[in-house]
């Protein structure tokens, strides 16, 4: 194994007995980093559906709040969103990492849950309407379920952002995958052949996740053919 090792590693560029070694320490934050983007994906999720229907309220007070949010956590980057929450609330590390990464990618799922929404055609809602249906199960029962099916693109990428801005919990000293990392290549002073280890775990694990949204979306588009036919 030392042979192979020897053979493939890059004198001065890559050391790949180094990195060989360091892989069970830096896989051991991997769960934290999983952990995040589960929770905050999913309260993002919520979070951007409430501000895509406070967006599209015909009533001011609710729409305005609305935009200004999308607009404001849009044009902010995430590394000052993780900072103004942990160091201006006085926050602890994991709660700062949680808001801050649910806050900005709601901004983002909320414009595309908005634009979803505006695609579906206006006479399925009135349809529904003149069966007497209450307003919030038109939205849940008839309306959503359509919306997501016409997001999930893009709420595939809003994924795949947010699971790589994981690193930057680092920065606070959340105890995840690139903290692990940063550690390892301090103490052997070695940060190319650690983070190179980094970037094709995160590679790898984006493909992963990848397929889920397209496994997804193809199986909502044979159920809605199954069940339109």
């Known amino acids: 194994m030392n042979t192979l090792l020897n053979n493939i ?6 050391d790949a007995k180094l990195a060989f070694d360091s892989l069970p320490t830096i896989l051991s934050g991997l769960p934290m980093s999983l952990f995040l983007l589960v929770v905050c994906f999913a309260l993002a999720n919520v979070l951007g559906i409430l501000i895509m229907l406070m967006r599209i309220s015909s009533h001011r007070f609710l729409s305005w709040p609305a935009r200004f949010y999308i607009s404001f956590l849009r044009g902010i980057p995430m590394l000052v969103i993780l900072f103004i929450t942990y160091f201006g609330f006085n926050m602890a590390e994991l709660p700062a990492a949680i808001l801050s990464f649910t806050i900005a990618p709601a901004a983002f799922i909320a414009e595309y849950y908005r634009s979803a929404f505006l695609g579906i055609d206006e006479g399925q809602f009135e349809a529904a309407r003149s069966l007497g249906l209450p307003y919030h199960n038109i939205i849940l029962n008839v309306i959503l379920p359509q919306a997501f099916r016409i997001a999930l693109p893009s709420l595939g990428n ?3 952002d947010l699971f790589k801005g994981t690193s930057l919990a680092a ?5 995840e995958m690139f903290m692990e990392a940063k550690v390892v290549a301090g103490a052997a002073q070695d940060y190319m052949s650690i983070y190179i280890v980094v970037a094709v775990i995160c590679w790898l694990i984006c493909c992963l996740l990848s397929f889920g949204p397209s496994f ?12 339109a036919g």
């Open 158 to 160: 809003v994924m795949l």
């Open 216 to 227: 997804l979306e193809g199986h909502l588009a044979t159920w809605s053919k199954e069940k």
């Open 9 to 14: 590693s890059i004198p001065g560029f890559f």
């Open 171 to 175: 920065m606070i000293t959340v105890s």
